[in-house]
């Protein structure tokens, strides 16, 4: 387990009224209602799925759930929030009523799409793959619904981003971003902000595996580390395989994530994952 000695990294959360402290790494489980994400399992096709699943994985353990409904995978195409929400409203009726006290984050880089979810069904997080280059109204948004924001990092956009993932120096570039970021953030008095380096998005595979092998250079920003590599391509591309048969090299990175210093794993299989989190805090307390 990385201590760290040096930052003093942020180890909580302000969910409304609701102080959570991360004491040890907490799961996320993901819901795609969308027709074209890159793993067939995690998409939902209508409201009743949609409800089981986000009940299945709650029971499996999961501290967050988060929804979206855009495809990040690249060539995706951008999506208006109108288009966005077309998708989502049929959904948000019934996920507010059937789970009014879970913590639900929506995966968006539309404003209008997260103002919608936190204002009128409740939802406690924003997580925007774009820090708000897609949409320059993200920010002003963030401000002023002030609940926990993902800031991630990515070269590009998901048209192009694997086609401009060129670095001189990959976690220099990256703490320069994020860093910029942050502190803009917090000058407008955001303060819970997550993390994310954005596994994947305008990122070759040796830049992914580098960046895993040091999560521990990112406490230099000093706030919580999301990771997201479930079922990505530098597993199944690496092993040849496909994103169904990805479940053990997820959990296998997952772990290493964990070891290195990540705070919150952003997965398709909760009830796996769970697992080895208890493992890896027995592991860490022996």
Same mark, same amino acid.
């Given at each position: 387990m990385v201590k760290d000695t040096i930052f003093n990294k942020k180890k909580s959360l302000r969910f409304r009224d609701c102080i959570?402290?991360?004491? !040890?790494?907490?799961?996320?489980? +993901?819901i795609n209602i969308t027709p074209d994400s890159?793993?067939? =399992?995690?998409r939902v096709n209508n409201i009743d799925q949609c409800i089981k699943t986000i *009940?299945?994985?709650?029971?499996d353990g999961a501290t967050i759930i988060d +929804? =979206? *409904? *855009? !495809?990040s995978r690249p060539n995706a195409d &951008?999506? !208006?929030a109108s288009e966005e929400l077309k998708r989502l409203l049929p959904y948000l009726d019934a996920i507010y009523k059937t789970f009014p006290n879970t913590w639900f984050s929506i995966d968006t880089y539309n404003a209008k799409t997260a103002i919608t979810c936190v204002e009128k069904y409740g939802?406690?997080?924003i997580n925007d793959i774009s820090a708000w280059s897609i949409d320059k109204e993200m920010f002003a948004t963030v401000i002023k619904l002030n609940v926990p924001y993902v800031l991630m990092h990515m070269k590009g956009n998901p048209q192009n981003m694997q086609q401009v993932a060129y670095y001189d120096d990959i976690l220099a570039e990256m703490i320069q971003f994020l860093g910029t970021k942050k502190h803009e953030l917090n000058a407008n008095g955001v303060n819970d902000i &997550? &993390?994310?380096? =954005?596994?994947?998005? =305008?990122k070759? &595979?040796?830049?992914?595996?580098? +960046?895993?092998k040091n999560i521990h250079v990112f406490n230099a920003l000093e706030c919580p580390v999301m990771i997201g590599i479930s079922r990505k391509s530098m597993i199944y591309r690496t092993l040849n395989i496909t994103p169904e048969q990805s479940l053990e090299g997820s959990i296998l990175l997952q772990s290493l994530a964990i070891l290195n210093g990540a705070d919150i794993i952003r997965t398709h299989d909760v009830r796996e994952t769970v697992q080895s989190l208890k493992l890896i805090d027995l592991y860490n307390k022996a």
């Open positions: 959570f402290y991360l004491e !040890s790494p907490i799961v996320m489980g +993901i890159f793993y067939n =399992g995690s *009940a299945q994985m709650i029971d +929804i =979206g *409904a *855009a !495809s &951008i999506l !208006s939802f406690y997080m &997550i &993390i994310d380096p =954005g596994f994947g998005f =305008g070759k &595979i040796e830049h992914n595996f580098k +960046i895993l």
